[in-house]
């Protein structure tokens, strides 16, 4: 004769595997869900992403390029304006060779001796504005011309009828550029009484 609690516990062994425990591959747990987001949103994530990193790529080319090209204009100025203290110093040395001719009595530029050291002088000033004008200096052709404020300075006013009111009538000292930029401004007497230039 067969033993009745041998036979219940068979039976309780065929139920449960009958599929009365669940398996974990077969019903997604709540931990599951939260732990893996949806395929949609991580493509849309990564989309975002990307063009943030694309965005701060392309601003950091551009300022790249803008400290490139920065760089480039200062190094430009540099050769160009780099000797503007220098000439600018040297100016007065002009101004003297200038005045050294301009000194000399019309009487006294006869004599052979005199003749002679003034036509050295001469030679030197011009030599001198020449190695001024190699690096960029030159005179501002002022008499004659319309007065504007960024080249000329002001100093007196002429009353002169025959010259439009206005126009730089006399230079007292001359002015010089370098490059576009102005060195000294020449030093004038402007007409005034005449009409005006158009």
Known sequence: MSDPTNADKK???TENRGGAEPSS???PSAESDIAQPEPFTELENLYAENAGLKDKLLRALAEVENVRRRAEREIADAK?????????EMLSFADNLRRAIES???GARAEPAVASLLEGV????RDFLA????????KIDAKGSRFDPNQH???FEIPDETQPAGTVAQVVEQGYMIGERVLRPAKVGVARGGSKPS
């Open 122 to 125: 001469d030679v030197m000033e």
């Open 80 to 88: 160009t304006y780099g000797v503007a203290n220098f000439a600018r």
């Open 131 to 138: 190695r001024l004008a190699r690096f960029g200096v030159r």
């Open 11 to 13: 039976a309780e062994s």
């Open 25 to 27: 591959l077969s019903q």
């Open 104 to 106: 000399v009595p019309d």
């Open 153 to 155: 300075e002001a100093l």
